[in-house]
């Protein structure tokens, strides 16, 4: 039987891992803990491990989980910018979930701005203390607005379906287009025409900060930015500056640069907060959500499933579908 210490666990990972890990003839082992060069020894006497988007996976963990037996990470997630590549090589397979929901994540994207733009918000909250008075709740039609959708993967691509149904005119930019009915434009180009902007890309050394004080400075005022996708594809000081100039006039975000030791945690009780962070939650025009677009069922049934069908397959000596194939990084 394969054993798994599972990293980072929450009750609704427990629930559809549980639910598939007997078909798949695994053992898992949950830990609370982030996976981290203090934590991985736990997964000593383990075949693999199952990690995610905060856990750190650099050089020392590695090291540790290499010493101890362990060959495969899989990651239950698209991302692995938490992975120290050149450390890895040759040492690690890794495997991750390249698509889980992308109508999770679109869908969540809408939902931000659609709270956001109409306010509700406030509107929730007002009406519970029963506030009826319409004041400060003006929002904008989306009919007839330019959304610029960065990343046409699948997720940007089905965020761009709802888009039309709202009427809505889209342009989008991705270095490696993906999908004939779109307009793609360069990034400029877009940054300048777009009423709104959203953000479905991976993130990677070369976009890291892509919107920054320069690409909002070409920006439409008032223009409203969507991040679904990456925290640091935002330099969070450029986005604070923007705010409080009016340059963006709303920001809807899932994700924050800095989230690592925040997001998927109870931090009501602390007194030591992220600095940039309690700016942005204190703006009355940003709605922040805990990483949570792709926290539905049919996503976390599909997350198990998937990851635990990479991990039977390698074990198995089968072609591994999702494998993340890496040269030695220069």
């Known amino acids: ?66 010493k101890i037996g362990i060959k495969l990470i899989a990651m239950r997630c698209a991302g692995y910018n938490n992975i120290d590549l050149k450390a890895a090589y040759g040492k690690m397979h890794i495997v991750r979930v390249p698509a889980y929901s992308p109508y999770a994540v679109a869908e969540h994207g809408i939902g931000m701005l659609l709270c956001l733009n109409r306010k509700l918000h406030k509107a929730y909250i007002r009406t519970r203390d029963y506030n009826f008075s319409l004041n400060g709740m003006t929002g904008f039609d989306l009919f007839g607005k330019t959304v610029g959708i960065v990343g046409t993967g699948k997720i940007g691509r089905v965020f761009a379906d709802i888009c039309r149904g709202f009427g809505m005119k889209i342009i989008a930019y991705d270095p490696y287009p993906s999908d004939e009915r779109l307009e793609y434009v360069d990034f400029d180009y877009l940054c300048r025409n777009s009423d709104i902007i959203s953000l479905h890309c991976p993130l990677t050394r070369e976009n890291t900060h892509l919107v920054n004080k320069n690409s909002i400075e070409k920006m439409k005022d008032g223009v409203c930015i969507i991040n679904t996708s990456r925290g640091a594809l935002i330099d969070s000081d450029a986005l604070i500056d923007g705010l409080k100039s009016g340059k963006i006039g709303n920001a809807a975000l899932d994700v924050y640069e800095e989230e690592g030791d925040v997001f998927f945690e109870d931090m009501s009780e602390e007194v030591d907060r992220d600095e940039k962070l309690a700016i942005l939650l204190s703006m009355p025009n940003v709605i922040i959500t805990s990483h949570q677009a792709f926290l539905t069922n049919e996503a976390l049934e599909n997350i198990a499933e998937i990851t635990l069908d990479n991990i039977k397959s390698y074990f198995d000596g089968e072609k591994i579908k999702n494998e993340i194939f890496y040269k030695m990084p220069t």
Request: hydrophobic share 40%; glycine share 0%.
């Open 1 to 66: 039987m394969i054993k798994i210490a599972f990293f980072d666990a929450k009750p609704y990972d427990k629930i559809w891992f549980d639910k598939c890990s007997d078909r798949f003839d695994m053992k898992i082992k949950y830990y609370d803990s982030k996976l981290t060069d203090d934590t991985a020894y736990m997964a000593k006497d383990c075949d693999a491990v199952c990690a995610f988007v905060n856990d750190t996976i650099n050089k020392d963990t590695i090291l540790t989980l290499e």
